[in-house]
């Protein structure tokens, strides 16, 4: 019985420390600004900004973040082909014709699908009032 008693008393104890904790912790965060303690407020920006990141990366490699990779080391990879010189440049300037003149058919198609086509109907076509 007496046991049950000192188990009761050292829960309540750490119950009120984390209520002081928790209250110490709020004031802390109302005397935190930028006025009064800039280095601690840059530095924990610094770390909540990295935490996010973090965050943020976990959670694209989760859900498909294994292609955003690829991607982008794909994009790496042609960036340095198309800046370094070297004996891959008529190749490099090659598939870029293709791209460029594949992109122009995109733009066009997505233009006319949007209206913006050729406007010679419109410019011919005579108003009756």
Do not use: C
């Amino acid at each position: 019985m007496g046991s049950s008693k000192r188990v009761t008393s050292s829960s309540q104890r750490t119950h009120r420390s984390i209520e002081d904790l928790r209250k110490r912790h709020s004031q802390e965060l109302e005397n935190l600004t930028l006025t009064t303690r800039p280095f601690k407020t840059l530095r924990l920006f610094i770390l909540a900004i990295f935490e996010y990141f973090k965050q943020s990366i976990f959670y694209l490699f989760a859900t498909g973040g294994w292609l955003l990779l690829f991607n982008t080391l794909l994009a790496t990879l042609g960036i340095l082909l198309v800046t370094i010189e070297g004996p891959h440049e008529k190749h490099v300037e090659e598939v870029s014709r293709y791209v460029r003149f594949g992109l122009w058919w995109i733009v066009l198609g997505v233009a006319s699908s949007i209206g913006l086509g050729s406007s010679y109907g419109a410019v011919n076509r005579k108003i009756i009032i």
